[in-house]
């Protein structure tokens, strides 16, 4: 990023482009805090260069939005989104694969907000879209379908979320291979249809399978691995394996609160599940603490009538 930012000081659009591509790859290793401010930049030189309805600008203008709703920071997301949402249908039409993947982008941040009725909806107008643009077994389409099951797991439509999580498993296995890290999320997202069926036993060696995979590909600090092994410490305590599951759940949390600040959801609901833990342990003074700060943080950043704040 310093090299970039020097040598090429006479090449505006030059610059942008690497800056917008350095932080993409940052946003995937999870270094959000440097790939906001890297995407920022280049943001800024295409604005000055290209103004701000050029299909550069915009798209960079949606990958902004993205990070900053990766990082929990909602109200500053929405504003990037929407409005790269309308600038791709204004200028490139409904069925261009950006714009349908700016709409799946959107459909993440409702989702994040809790608002899963408008997410399903932005996520199948985008799966229908892929489906018909690009057939069944593109990338992209698997990835929509991805997301609506997993809206459809989170609104407790479990068979229906089957139907499409288990496409994408095998859609993945064969196209990408076992150790793509998209593959791997089918895995762990499976694993969570499993847990919220109850079927602890089945569930297992697909977590497990996601969590080593994970390690393995990501790293142990990347913001998916730490969600992996936040679900394994998860499983485990739904399995009464308390023992087992605190240095997965500790694991998780410590990597939560360096990598993604302790006001980001997936931290909150770490923090939740560290009190849940403690208190299946009969450790009612430790966990007290630990929900305390759950509530406090959910309030503040999420409001009173989130799911969240009222679980």
Do not use: C, W
């Given at each position: 990023?310093?090299?970039?930012?020097?040598?090429?000081?006479?090449?505006?659009?030059?610059?942008?482009?690497?800056?917008?591509?350095?932080?993409?790859?940052?946003?995937?290793?999870?270094?959000?805090?440097?790939?906001?401010?890297?995407?920022?930049?280049a943001?800024?030189?295409?604005?000055?260069?290209?103004?701000?309805?050029?299909?550069?600008?915009f798209?960079?203008?949606?990958s902004?939005?993205?990070?900053?709703?990766?990082?929990?920071?909602?109200?500053?997301?929405?504003?990037?989104?929407?409005?790269?949402?309308?600038?791709?249908?204004?200028?490139?039409?409904?069925?261009?694969?950006?714009?349908?993947?700016?709409r799946?982008?959107?459909?993440?941040?409702?989702?994040?907000?809790?608002?899963?009725?408008?997410?399903?909806?932005?996520?199948?107008?985008?799966?229908?879209?892929?489906?018909?643009?690009?057939?069944?077994?593109?990338?992209?389409?698997?990835?929509?379908?991805?997301?609506?099951?997993?809206?459809l797991?989170?609104?407790?439509?479990?068979?229906?979320?089957?139907?499409?999580?288990?496409?994408?498993?095998?859609?993945?296995?064969?196209?990408?291979?076992?150790?793509?890290?998209?593959?791997?999320?089918?895995?762990?997202?499976?694993?969570?249809?499993?847990?919220?069926?109850?079927?602890?036993?089945?569930?297992?060696?697909?977590?497990?399978?996601?969590?080593?995979?994970?390690?393995?590909?990501?790293?142990?600090?990347?913001?998916?691995?730490?969600?992996?092994?936040?679900?394994?410490?998860?499983?485990?305590?739904?399995?009464?394996?308390?023992?087992?599951?605190e240095?997965?759940?500790?694991?998780?949390?410590?990597?939560?609160?360096?990598?993604?600040?302790?006001?980001?959801?997936?931290?909150?609901?770490?923090?939740?599940?560290?009190?849940?833990?403690?208190?299946?342990q009969?450790?009612?003074?430790?966990?007290?603490?630990?929900?305390?700060?759950?509530?406090?943080?959910?309030?503040?950043?999420?409001?009173?009538?989130?799911?969240?704040?009222?679980?």
């Amino acid at each position: 990023v310093e090299s970039v930012q020097t040598e090429f000081e006479s090449q505006p659009l030059v610059r942008a482009q690497l800056l917008y591509v350095l932080a993409e790859t940052m946003g995937e290793l999870g270094i959000y805090e440097d790939a906001t401010k890297s995407m920022k930049d280049a943001l800024d030189i295409r604005m000055n260069e290209l103004g701000e309805n050029h299909p550069d600008t915009f798209k960079a203008i949606a990958s902004l939005g993205d990070l900053l709703r990766r990082q929990g920071r909602y109200e500053e997301a929405a504003g990037y989104l929407e409005d790269a949402l309308e600038k791709h249908q204004l200028a490139l039409g409904e069925k261009n694969h950006s714009t349908l993947d700016v709409r799946r982008r959107v459909g993440h941040l409702h989702q994040a907000q809790g608002d899963h009725e408008t997410a399903e909806r932005l996520y199948r107008e985008a799966l229908a879209g892929f489906r018909e643009t690009l057939g069944g077994d593109d990338p992209a389409t698997l990835s929509a379908m991805l997301n609506l099951g997993i809206n459809l797991r989170t609104q407790g439509r479990y068979e229906e979320a089957a139907e499409y999580l288990e496409v994408v498993l095998e859609g993945r296995l064969r196209i990408l291979g076992e150790d793509d890290s998209e593959t791997l999320s089918a895995f762990h997202r499976l694993a969570l249809l499993r847990i919220s069926q109850g079927q602890y036993d089945e569930a297992e060696p697909y977590q497990r399978r996601a969590l080593d995979g994970f390690r393995r590909v990501l790293g142990t600090r990347h913001p998916t691995t730490l969600s992996a092994a936040n679900d394994m410490g998860h499983l485990l305590q739904l399995q009464g394996r308390y023992e087992e599951a605190e240095p997965y759940s500790r694991q998780a949390l410590e990597g939560y609160r360096i990598v993604m600040g302790s006001d980001h959801l997936s931290t909150m609901e770490s923090i939740n599940g560290m009190g849940m833990l403690l208190q299946r342990q009969g450790k009612l003074e430790e966990a007290k603490p630990y929900f305390e700060e759950a509530l406090e943080r959910r309030l503040r950043i999420l409001g009173t009538d989130h799911p969240h704040t009222l679980a």
